[in-house]
Structure formats: C-alpha cells, structure tokens
C-alpha cells in the first residue's frame, strides 16, 4: 500500500494477496464512476470525488461531494475535512485517493484543486431535512456479515435510510476492517457510535 503524505515506509506493511485483489476491486469502482455525473447536481466527478462516492456507499447512485454534503447537512469543507479523515484511517481508500492525485497531476494530494477549488458554485440539493423520516422502532438489529469497504458503507447508508431520527441501530460486522470503518463513518454522518465491542456495534441515527 501507498504510505500517507507524512508517514514512513516503515508504518506500513506489504500488501497481501487478498489486500490486493480488494485493491484492484476499488480501482476497477473508481475508474467506473470517473467521469459520470453526480446524480444530484450533474456535475462530473473526477476520480477523487469517486473515492468519496464510494466509501459513503453511493457507488450504485454516485453524487459529487457538495450534494453528499447537503445530504449530511453539513458544510461542503466540514464534509470534505471529515472524508478526507475517514479515507486517511484505510489503506485500501488511502491509496486510491492517492493514484487519483497522480492521475490528475494534482500537487497537494491531501486537498486536491480538483475539490477543494470546485464546490463552490454547485447547485443546492435536497437534505436530509426534506425528507419525511419513518417513526424509529425502539431497536433495530442488522447482521452485515462479512461485508467491507464500500459494500460496507453502502449497507449502512441504504439501510440507515429507514430508520427515523434517534433510532437505535445495534449492528453486527464481521469483516476486520469494520472496526475502523464503523466509527468513522459515524463521525462522517454525523451518527452517534454508543457501543463499540467488535462484532457488534451499536449506533444511535442522529436527530
């Protein structure tokens, strides 16, 4: 895997066949979704804001980073900030987000013209706050299995959608990177992680 700009060959470890074959899947992902348009808006997406369609779990339905954004009700720099985060913390995210800059050439691969320069002028898109919510139930349990990366995010992001504000989401994951893609996917949707026991997770939807 890449190392993140600041960090050394030696805190990181050789990639594993398995690690590889799952790489390859999320370049074949980005690939597929550079250059469509942001289901939102319709603004086109470059390879980063595809890395960032893809770990929210929108691969099947991508939107650009200011519609995600709205989604979220958070501001497009605020949202960007906490990808950005999230990406960071996963080889697999890290070093996609990293062939991106270097396929477009970008100078700053941690803030990349390509996002940073572009939000701006997008047109508003419907939040969160449009939609009517279904009434919580008092718990809600998911099994997740073995799921990882995007299918991951895109299990919590679809299956989220049903659930009212405050309801309570007791999640069972068992793939290794879950423990890591989890929290930070809360933090991302602003959702409240209340329990963290590997396998089990257990998440509060925010109001």
Same mark, same amino acid.
């Given at each position: 895997?890449?190392?993140w ?21 999320l ?6 979704l ?15 804001a595809?890395v ?15 519609c995600?954004?709205q @989604?979220?009700?958070? &501001?497009?720099e605020?949202?960007l900030?906490? %990808?950005? +985060?999230?990406? *960071?913390?996963? #080889?697999?995210y ?19 013209a ?12 419907h939040?969160?706050?449009?939609r ?12 997740l299995?073995?799921?990882g ?11 989220? @959608?049903?659930?009212? &504000?405050?309801g309570?989401?007791?999640?069972? %994951?068992? +793939?290794p990177? *879950?423990?890591? #893609? ?23 939807k925010?109001?």
């Amino acid at each position: 895997m890449v190392p993140w700009p600041g960090t050394t060959l030696q805190s990181w470890t050789p990639i594993t066949p398995a690690e590889q074959a799952e790489l390859d899947a999320l370049f074949a992902e980005v690939d597929r979704l550079e250059g469509t348009s942001c289901c939102g808006c319709g603004r086109e997406l470059c390879g980063h804001a595809s890395v960032i369609a893809i770990q929210m779990g929108a691969k099947d339905a991508p939107r650009c980073v200011v519609c995600l954004a709205q @989604a979220l009700e958070l &501001p497009t720099e605020d949202f960007l900030g906490r %990808a950005v +985060d999230f990406l *960071a913390r996963r #080889d697999c995210y890290r070093t996609a987000w990293l062939r991106a800059g270097v396929r477009e050439g970008q100078a700053d691969p941690m803030r990349p013209a390509c996002l940073w320069q572009a939000w701006p002028t997008a047109p508003a898109a419907h939040t969160a706050s449009d939609r009517t919510a279904s009434t919580p139930p008092a718990v809600v349990h998911w099994d997740l299995g073995d799921e990882g990366c995007g299918d991951l995010a895109l299990a919590l992001r679809c299956r989220m @959608a049903d659930v009212g &504000p405050g309801g309570l989401v007791v999640i069972h %994951a068992t +793939d290794p990177g *879950a423990v890591q #893609d989890i929290p930070a996917w809360c933090r991302l949707a602003g959702h409240a992680l209340l329990e963290l026991t590997p396998p089990t997770y257990r998440v509060r939807k925010k109001s």
